[in-house]
């Protein structure tokens, strides 16, 4: 007899904690699109992982009911990568901003990128650091003044997709908090992609960085008749500035980490003892 199909609305992933962002924060739309794509999926709670890292966007693992883990600054990937090799039938999410991703937890992309590890990684990003009281990020424009920078930022910002799409990633898109449907199609498709997806969420700073203001008129969706599976036509739409682009930019299949550990145990298993 096959087991029946369970399926789960988003309020079922709504944990006991309520979320205590600012009101208008971006993170709101976030999480509602994460909690619509997961009920899409029917993904039983018990089989779900949520990995966070520090800022306003760590507290989404307390806001999924799932089993969590707050992690400390910057290391949401190799937490994340550990749940996955441990139980690799659970769902993995890690959920971090742009500090904690591209700043101190920097390190880690291009090495979970060249893995494939099957999990998917949604980076909050507002261009500043919300809680602590809009200091700089990585992804600020030069000029941004605050109180790190109060003659105004004069570094480059990264530019996360085309970083993503140098270091190999298997899957690349970006979503804005203020779409939540398609932000939650972009996230299932996330989700149910076999390897590392990166998905980029512009996610505006209600109190120290309003983006709401400016970003309506510059958003524009991927081309219809983008190639997905074209690399460098993907690069070329990642370092475009005259949108900001919403969508799935690249996708390939690759084998995943996980697959390579166990093909590696199972040959260990099989092997004769290695001469030392």
């Avoid at 087991?3 to 009101?23: D, G, L, N, R």
């Avoid at 971006?26 to 909690?35: K, N, P, Q």
């Avoid at 749940?83 to 880690?108: E, Q, R």
Wanted: glycine content about 12%; hydrophobic content about 35%; charged content about 15%.
């Amino acid at each position: 007899m096959s087991t029946p199909v369970v399926e789960y609305t988003p309020q079922a992933y709504k944990s006991e904690e309520h979320p205590i962002w600012c009101p208008g924060c971006g993170d709101f739309g976030v999480l509602d699109a994460l909690y619509k794509s997961l009920a899409g999926l029917s993904i039983n709670p018990k089989d779900l992982v949520v990995v966070s890292g520090i800022g306003c966007s760590g507290r989404t693992s307390g806001f999924v009911k799932s089993y969590g883990f707050h992690s400390v600054h910057g290391r949401v990937l190799p937490v994340a990568l550990g749940v996955k090799l441990a139980n690799p039938s659970l769902t993995v999410i890690g959920a971090g901003g742009d500090g904690d991703g591209f700043a101190i937890g920097g390190g880690h992309l291009p090495h979970a990128a060249r893995r494939n590890p099957d999990m998917t990684y949604l980076v909050m990003d507002n261009s500043t650091y919300g809680l602590t009281k809009g200091q700089y990020s990585p992804t600020s424009p030069m000029g941004y003044q605050a109180g790190s920078t109060p003659y105004g930022n004069i570094e480059q910002p990264l530019n996360p997709l085309a970083m993503m799409i140098a270091y190999g990633a298997s899957f690349i898109g970006q979503g804005y908090s203020g779409k939540p449907r398609e932000l939650a199609e972009l996230i299932q498709q996330g989700i149910t992609h076999k390897g590392f997806a990166f998905i980029n969420i512009i996610s505006p700073c209600i109190t120290f960085y309003n983006t709401y203001k400016i970003l309506p008129p510059r958003l524009a969706e991927v081309p219809k008749d983008h190639d997905v599976t074209n690399r460098a036509k993907a690069f070329e739409l990642a370092l475009q500035t005259e949108h900001v682009l919403l969508g799935l930019f690249y996708r390939a299949i690759h084998p995943t980490f996980e697959d390579g550990v166990a093909q590696v145990i199972r040959t260990a298993q099989t092997a004769s003892p290695p001469r030392l």
